[in-house]
């Protein structure tokens, strides 16, 4: 056994392993919240279905998309052996360890939470990425006026083996020129979704767990890797309470309940 897979293979290895792929995984957040935020466009969805051929179809985001999958199944699967490693040797569950500051509770239910928001990945991967890339998502025809950007009209398209996104102009230089924007359209699945109340509480039970997740996850991750300095503790604290206990996790959570309630 080569050193790395050995030192990977041992307690503070994995837990090692555990908080670069759960920074990582908070890094994704922060990009997959802030490009949902195009949900709240005024303009029929238009922004939302472009950002996500942007996000599909870009060669970069492709690669990193496919590191996120791995990523993920990193994270849970030394998880899950750090739990039982950890069960095995005292009746302690895995981030029990306490520090000064840290939601106790939190801490000791880091595996349950773990579990949570997996079972809420897997239905939300299975409603929009599997569709998305799999399923029979409806095609859109977009109207923009090229003067302002504004939308026009949005129309179905009957869809057609091989269909690739795109957009074109028609310049007739009658009247005012036209972008037609081709696309499949994922808003339309996002704003149904979200109408069936199990969908918006299991989204809000997720977000719950997510924000208890990440409040510890993020100082402990910072403490396993020897970043946990006196002087900058306050700010990963604030950070970790801030930005992924309370704004990250209510940006989320505002995209159900809006659709449910108002759209
Ligand atoms: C209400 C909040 C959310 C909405 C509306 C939403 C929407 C979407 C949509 C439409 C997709 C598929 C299209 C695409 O790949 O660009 C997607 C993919 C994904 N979502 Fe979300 N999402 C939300 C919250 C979350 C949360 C909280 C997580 C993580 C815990 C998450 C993890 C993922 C992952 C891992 C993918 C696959 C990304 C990829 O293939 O690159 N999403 N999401």
Not at 29 to 39: D, F, P, T, Y
Not at 202 to 209: Q, S
Not at 234 to 250: M, T
């Amino acid at each position: 056994m080569g050193s790395v897979t050995r030192f990977l293979d041992s307690s503070i290895g994995r837990k090692v392993l555990m908080s670069l792929t759960g920074l990582f995984l908070c890094t994704f957040l922060i990009v997959h919240a802030s490009g949902n935020l195009q949900l709240f466009k005024n303009d029929m969805g238009l922004a939302f279905n472009q950002y996500s051929v942007f996000m599909t179809t870009f060669t970069p985001i492709k690669i990193v998309s496919y590191l996120l999958y791995a990523t993920i199944l990193l994270h849970v699967i030394s998880g899950v052996r750090l739990a039982l490693a950890n069960k095995a040797a005292r009746p302690v569950s895995y981030g029990a360890s306490k520090m000064p500051g840290s939601s106790s509770w939190a801490s000791s239910n880091m595996m349950v939470l773990g579990f949570i928001i997996l079972i809420f990945l897997v239905t939300h991967m299975a409603n929009f990425w599997y569709k998305y890339k799999f399923g029979d998502v409806e095609w859109v025809k977009y109207e923009v006026s090229v003067m302002d950007g504004s939308v026009i009209g949005k129309t179905t398209m009957p869809s057609a083996p091989h269909m690739q996104p795109h957009e074109y102009v028609v310049n007739d230089g009658v009247s005012a020129p036209i972008k037609y924007v081709i696309v499949k359209d994922l808003y339309s699945v996002v704003q149904l979704a979200f109408q069936e109340v199990w969908i918006v509480a299991l989204y809000l039970l997720g977000m719950l767990a997510i924000a208890y997740h990440l409040v510890h996850g993020f100082q402990s991750s910072f403490q396993t890797l020897g970043l946990r300095h006196p002087a900058i503790a306050g700010i990963i604290r604030n950070l970790g309470i801030w930005v992924f206990g309370i704004i990250i996790p209510i940006a989320f959570a505002s995209m159900p309940v809006y659709f449910f309630f108002f759209a």
